[in-house]
């Protein structure tokens, strides 16, 4: 069974930064996109970053220059850098991941709060 578990959230400040890691384990016919969702309060799930295997990445409009992804191919594991935070940030933050063979997973989320 594939698990992804997401870990790093927590309580910043404004401006402050957190790291967001996503472990996959399980039986998985490899990974193909990586990426991070987050969903606010009162608003729908939407795409922050995604990185391909080849290492290409897209950001939301709202997060580029701030944020960064990446990941570990060797240990299936994404990251995602977030810098400058600002209160507009906090949500629950979602790891995706599509595997080789299409089927596309999800974390259960870790929580991320900007304020003072």
């Known amino acids: 069974q594939v698990q992804l578990v997401e870990s790093g959230g927590g309580l910043v400040q404004p401006g402050g930064s957190l790291r967001l890691s996503c472990a996959v384990s399980?039986?998985?016919?490899?990974?193909?996109?990586m990426g991070w969702y987050r969903q606010a309060p009162g608003k729908q799930r939407e795409l922050v970053a995604v990185?391909?295997?080849?290492?290409?990445?897209n950001y939301a409009d709202s997060v580029k220059g701030r944020f960064t992804i990446s990941r570990d191919n060797a240990r299936n594991t994404a990251y995602l850098q977030m810098n400058s935070l600002k209160p507009e940030d906090t949500a629950i933050y979602y790891c995706n991941i599509v595997s080789g063979n299409g089927v596309t997973y999800w974390g259960k989320g870790t929580l991320v709060t900007v304020s003072s």
């Open positions: 990185i391909t295997s080849a290492g290409s990445t």
């Open positions: 399980g039986s998985i016919f490899g990974v193909s996109a």
